[in-house]
C-alpha cells in the first residue's frame, strides 16, 4: 500500500475533499459536476494551473472527491489546491494547503542505514564468563554479544587477556557502577581498559598483553587505593 504520511516532495499524493452545496448550506454537494479548470495547483505561492488529472468523484454518486496530484506538481515546499466551481452555480470554493516532506514514514527504516532481515532472538552464555546474554543473530551474523565485545577494549586491540573481579564498600555490600580504569603504569598515561561494575559488583578489564597491570576504581563517597592486578 502506497503511504501518504506526510506527504513527500516530489511525489504523487492523494487526498479527498468534500464540497459544500450551494444550494443546502452546511452540506457536501452529492455527485458535484467536476469540469476542466475547476482544480487548479500552485507550487510556493507561484502561477496557478490546472491539475494535470481531474479529480472524480468517488465512489460515483457520492460526495467524497478524489484529487491526485502528479510529481511534478508535489515539488515544492507548500503545493495548494484551489477549487472553484467555474460555472458557479453548484458549489462553493476551497483551498487546500499542502506541506511536504523530504522523507516520511516508509522512509524511516533506511535512515541510518539498511534495515535487518532475518533476525531472531535467543539467550546464549558466554563462553568465557558463563553469564547469560540476550541475543539478536540475524543475516548479517552479528549478536549483541559480539558487538559488546567489540566496544569492550577502549584503548584499541585485541582482547586476548583479561581480569574479572567484584567490588565492595569494606563491608562485603557489592557496589553498582564503580568505574574501573586499567593501565599499563602506575600513572594512568596507558589506560587500555575501562569498565563499570553491574549490579553484582563485577566486572572486566582487557588488555592486549598479559601480565602485570593497575586498576583505579571511582565511586562516590568511597575512596579505593590503586590495585595491581595480572591479566592472563
Not at 477549487?83 to 511536504?100: P, R
Not at 567489540?150 to 568505574?179: C, E, H, M, P, R
Request: aromatic share 8%.
Amino acid at each position: 500500500m502506497t503511504s501518504y504520511v506526510t506527504p513527500k516532495k516530489n511525489t504523487a499524493f492523494i487526498l479527498y475533499v468534500g464540497l459544500e452545496d450551494k444550494a443546502n448550506a452546511g452540506l457536501f454537494k452529492a455527485a458535484p459536476t467536476l469540469a476542466a479548470g475547476d482544480f487548479k495547483v500552485s507550487i510556493d505561492g507561484g502561477t496557478l494551473n490546472n491539475l494535470t488529472d481531474l479529480p472524480t468523484v468517488t465512489p460515483t454518486g457520492g460526495r467524497m472527491v478524489k484529487i491526485t496530484l502528479t510529481a511534478a506538481e508535489m515539488n515544492g515546499d507548500n503545493v495548494t489546491v484551489v477549487c472553484s466551481d467555474a460555472a458557479g452555480a453548484e458549489w462553493y470554493d476551497l483551498i487546500v494547503n499542502i506541506q511536504t516532506t523530504a522523507r516520511q514514514i516508509d522512509d524511516l527504516s533506511t535512515l541510518g542505514g539498511t534495515a535487518q532481515t532475518g533476525d531472531s532472538y535467543a539467550v546464549v552464555t558466554n563462553a568465557t564468563y558463563g553469564l547469560d546474554k540476550l541475543a539478536r543473530t540475524g543475516a548479517d551474523s552479528d549478536t549483541l554479544e559480539t558487538l559488546s565485545d567489540q566496544i569492550d577494549l577502549v584503548g584499541g586491540g585485541a582482547t586476548t587477556y583479561s581480569y574479572t573481579n567484584t567490588v565492595d564498600d569494606g563491608s562485603g555490600n557489592l557496589l553498582d557502577g564503580v568505574f574501573v580504569q586499567c593501565a599499563t603504569d602506575t600513572g594512568f598515561t596507558n589506560i587500555v581498559s575501562t569498565a563499570t561494575t553491574n549490579v553484582l559488583g563485577a566486572f572486566t578489564v582487557y588488555s592486549d598483553t598479559a601480565g602485570t597491570h593497575y586498576l583505579r576504581l571511582q565511586f562516590s563517597g568511597i575512596t579505593f587505593p590503586i590495585q595491581t592486578v595480572t591479566l592472563a
